[in-house]
């Protein structure tokens, strides 16, 4: 059975930093596009980070020079590192992946807060 399942949420305060991860129950290789989204209170879920096979990262604006994609192969697992948080961000997170390029797979989500 194909899973996502994001850890590495909480509380921090503005101007802080957090990890987040997304472990995959397959090759993590195996999905394409992989992704990052966020959903705060009230609003729809939106792109934080896009990753496509054959091209460029694809960062929303908001999140440009603040939050980092990475990924261990071997640990099938992708991160988000987010630096400089600010109370914005604060949000459920979830990581998405289209999994042998088809059917789109979504994590149930981790929370991330962050105090002014």
């Not at 195996?30 to 609003?43: D, I, M, S, T």
């Not at 999994?99 to 981790?110: E, F, N, P």
Request: proline share 3%.
């Amino acid at each position: 059975q194909v899973q996502l399942v994001e850890s590495g949420g909480g509380l921090v305060q503005a101007g802080g930093s957090l990890r987040l991860a997304c472990t995959a129950s397959v090759s993590i290789s195996a999905f394409n596009p992989l992704g990052w989204y966020r959903q705060a209170p009230g609003k729809q879920r939106e792109l934080v980070v896009e990753i496509p096979s054959d091209g460029d990262t694809n960062y929303a604006d908001s999140v440009k020079g603040r939050f980092t994609f990475s990924r261990d192969n071997a640990k099938n697992t992708m991160y988000l590192q987010m630096n400089s948080l600010k109370p914005e961000d604060t949000a459920v997170y979830y990581c998405n992946g289209h999994y042998r390029g088809a059917l789109s797979y979504w994590g149930k989500g981790t929370l991330v807060t962050v105090s002014s």
